[in-house]
């Protein structure tokens, strides 16, 4: 069985993010970006299979600073192939673009299945796995938070609101959007980090031009002036928590003890 | 042409998503502004009597068929896909859900329309139509105009509120056979599981600790716990809590979890992400603690601080316990 495993850096959301010159898309030079969270639970659920079931894993990334980390790590973490597009992707691009390029590369690989996140943070024009699925002629199904195989389908679990699980038979090969792995994606030291860097080959693929049509133009873009709304409130530690202790008491919150 | 603009309606076990009337009254500014029909489109098997909440609508197109009873990817995009090839609408709205991010990829393909994702409001400008979708976490709103002749749109919580959309009808019902084969899916539903017993119902509880990712690690829960139990109330959390198993999954709120609607909501370390923030429209009063100034959950929150929650929170939860009762 062979699981491939498309991963999409998107923006560290704990640093500033800043609008460019011409307004309409993010400020990406000093732009710090990160694995996608739902891309790591992908490479998790992709280890799990392995573990259960045997096969083979393969990353795959685009050329963005950040990128080796990524391959590296999953190397330490069991991963056994690792593939980097190199293009342009320093300006960015659209799902629809990643998507078309990584089928590319992925039809060649003929997977059994491709995981990949459900979502990014920053996806405006849909997602990266449908998208894929489409241009790899498979179906798609997401929302995924645990996959069992066996006689060449898959039995996906896929998440409703409020705690609902659907249990899909999905015939394989197909594409899957995880929303959560079964486990936790696993913690990985940085000695087997730094041993995969010596060990493990990452493979460059050149990827073309890029074709970024299907998505609406963004014509606008602009910072989310927070603190709109709340009451924010200053001052010690101690200042702090009487005066909320305050608006709590005011409102008759405070549970009457015992 | 029919030029409508299109929502298509999202059911779960023989009810309607509270999605589906945030789309249709984001699809009734869309309707109204361009002086077009706004039409429900709804899949099922014996499921027309759904179409009589759908009263926001001008029109409901019903599709009945067995493969349609539930929800399956292929099914419900073929058949989305045939009528819309068919009657050409100007707009289809989908949810940015579980179910509609499945489908509305493949039928923008399909039709060769753009797709516009997250959109929260629409408007319009200068006589043209616009999105505005929140991205990034809610930190940064991209907004522009919906492309015409045909455009895909999925339609996030919080811009519109379904309550004020839930009205009887609608004023006409067009029963219509599904135009594309739904034989050979390669998807179909086995069954479905209940969700897992929980030891209290967050969605009922009147004080509420919810811990984000700020909280850091495991070892630091104990905190929150600390300030629910000066409060009399419990913790839950948002998705990356519940996902590093820190929190068991009845606790989490949010999209894919509990809608809750307490009192009071202290919100710890949580960011306020959109699929966060759609769980607590209910809450009465939030109180947001996060050092990050630029932290979307301020927007949602009555009363918010920037200190950190390791200093605050020993504090806050002693003056908790000592405050006198009335």
């Known amino acids: ?258 | 042409m029919s030029q409508d603009i299109w929502v298509v309606v999202e059911t779960l076990r023989g009810a309607v998503m509270d999605i589906t009337y945030t789309s249709l009254a984001a699809g009734r500014i869309l309707a109204d502004g361009l002086g077009i029909r706004l039409v429900a489109v709804l899949l099922g098997h014996n499921a027309e009597p759904l179409a009589g909440t759908l009263g926001t609508a001008d029109s409901v197109i019903y599709v009945d068929h067995a493969s349609l009873a539930d929800f399956t990817p292929e099914a419900y995009r073929r058949t989305i896909s045939g009528l819309a090839k068919e009657l050409a609408p100007r707009a289809i709205l989908f949810g940015h859900t579980s179910m509609g991010m499945d489908i509305a990829c493949g039928v923008s393909l399909d039709l060769n329309a753009p797709l516009i994702s997250s959109c929260e409001r629409v408007k319009l400008e200068d006589g043209r139509p616009w999105y505005s979708s929140p991205t990034c976490g809610g930190k940064i709103i991209a907004e522009g105009p919906i492309p015409d002749p045909v455009c895909v749109l999925t339609i996030v919580p919080g811009g519109y509120k379904p309550e004020a959309v839930r009205l009887p009808g609608p004023k006409e019902v067009v029963r219509m056979a599904p135009s594309a084969a739904l034989e050979g899916l390669r998807i179909t539903l086995k069954k479905y599981i209940e969700p897992q017993a929980a030891d209290v119902d967050i969605a009922k509880e009147p004080m509420l600790v919810a811990v984000g990712r700020g909280i850091q690690q495991a070892d630091n829960i104990a905190l929150a716990e600390a300030l629910a139990q000066a409060l009399g109330g419990v913790v839950c959390g948002s998705r990356p809590v519940v996902d590093q198993g820190w929190l068991p999954v009845p606790r989490l709120v949010g999209k894919s979890g509990v809608s809750v609607k307490p009192k009071c909501y202290v919100a710890l370390g949580v960011s306020g992400a959109p699929e966060h923030v759609e769980g607590i429209s209910g809450a009465e009063l939030i109180i947001a603690i996060n050092t990050d100034p630029r932290a979307p959950i301020f927007n949602v929150a009555h009363f918010g601080t920037l200190l950190s929650m390791f200093d605050l929170l020993p504090a806050l939860t002693e003056k908790i316990r000592q405050a006198p009762r009335p």
């Open chain 1, 1 to 258: 069985m062979h699981i491939v495993v498309p991963i999409k850096l998107a923006p560290d959301l704990v640093e500033d993010l800043e609008i460019d010159a011409g307004g309409a898309a993010l400020d990406r030079t000093f732009l710090r970006l990160i694995i996608n969270e739902f891309d790591d639970h992908a490479i998790e659920q992709a280890f799990l299979l392995k573990e259960r079931g045997g096969g083979q894993v393969t990353i795959v990334a685009p050329d963005l600073e950040g990128a080796d980390d990524v391959l590296y790590t999953a190397a330490a973490k069991g991963a056994d192939r690792l593939i980097k597009l190199i293009g342009d992707f320093s300006a960015g691009v659209n799902c629809h673009a990643l998507a078309r390029t990584l089928a590319k590369v992925i039809g060649d690989l003929h997977p059994d299945l491709v995981l990949t996140g459900v979502q990014a943070h920053d996806d405006l024009d849909g997602a990266v796995g449908p998208l894929l699925a489409e241009h790899l002629g498979m179906p798609y199904l997401g929302y995924v938070a645990g996959l069992t195989v066996s006689d060449g389908k898959c039995m996906a679990r896929k998440e409703y609101p409020g705690g609902l699980v659907a249990e899909m038979d999905v015939a394989l090969p197909a594409v899957f959007g995880i929303q959560a792995a079964e486990k936790p994606p696993r913690y990985v030291v940085t000695s087997l980090i730094t041993q995969a860097m010596k060990s493990a080959t990452i493979e460059e693929i050149e990827t073309g031009e890029f074709d970024s049509g299907g998505a609406a133009a963004v014509e606008r873009m602009s910072r989310l002036e927070a603190t709109t709304h709340a009451e924010m409130i200053e001052g010690s530690t101690d200042q702090v928590a009487d005066k909320l202790v305050a608006v709590l008491r005011e409102r008759g919150l405070l549970a009457p003890r015992g």
